[in-house]
C-alpha cells in the first residue's frame, strides 16, 4: 500500500517506474472533467472514472484483487476507506470474479485502519490487500473518483 497526493513535488517517491507514470498521466488531465465510465490509458491500463455514494462503512463490503494494483484518486469529495496490510483470509470472502478481478465480503476487517482520502490524494493498493472504500465521512456521501487498473505483471 502506498498514500500520495499529486499535488506534492515529490509524489513519485518510491513508486515502481509504471506507477509514476501512470501518476504522471493523471497529472495532465482535467480531472474534473472526466466523464464517467472506462477510460483506456495504454493497451494494457485502465481506469474507471464514478460518482459513487458513499456509505456507513458497516453497510459496505470489503475488496480485494489478484491481478491488478488499484491506483484509487479522489477528484471531489471526501473518501474514507478502511483498509489492512495483513494476510487476508480469503475462505471468508465470496466467489472470485476472474475476468473483473475481484473478491468480496462481508467480514470484519482484521486488523483494521481507517484513512480519509481528499481530492488529489490516492492510495494504491497491491493485489490481496484488503480495502473498503467509499465509506462515509463525517456525513457526506457525495464523491467522485478514478481507479486505475494496473496489471501486476507490468511491475
Known amino acids: 500500500m502506498y498514500i500520495g497526493d499529486l499535488n506534492r513535488n515529490d509524489y513519485q517517491r518510491d513508486l515502481p517506474k509504471v506507477l509514476a507514470d501512470v501518476c504522471d498521466y493523471l497529472k495532465t488531465l482535467d480531472l474534473s472533467a472526466l466523464e464517467n465510465g472506462r477510460h483506456e490509458i495504454n493497451e494494457n491500463i485502465f481506469m474507471n472514472v464514478m460518482t459513487p455514494t ?11 484483487h489478484h491481478r491488478y494494483i488499484d491506483i484509487q484518486l ?27 478481478d475481484y473478491q468480496l465480503t462481508a467480514a ?48
Open 54 to 64: 458513499s456509505d456507513a462503512a458497516e453497510n459496505k463490503k470489503s475488496e480485494l
Open 74 to 100: 479522489v477528484i471531489s469529495g471526501l473518501d474514507g476507506m478502511e483498509y489492512s496490510v495483513t494476510e487476508p483470509a480469503l475462505e471468508k470472502y465470496e466467489e472470485y470474479h476472474q475476468e473483473e
Open 108 to 155: 470484519e476487517i482484521a486488523d483494521k485502519n481507517w484513512i480519509v482520502v481528499r481530492p488529489n490524494q490516492f492510495v494504491v493498493f497491491y493485489p490481496y490487500e484488503q480495502h473498503k472504500p467509499c465509506c462515509n465521512v463525517n456525513g457526506q456521501a457525495e464523491l467522485k473518483k478514478l481507479v486505475v487498473k494496473v496489471p501486476v505483471a507490468l511491475l
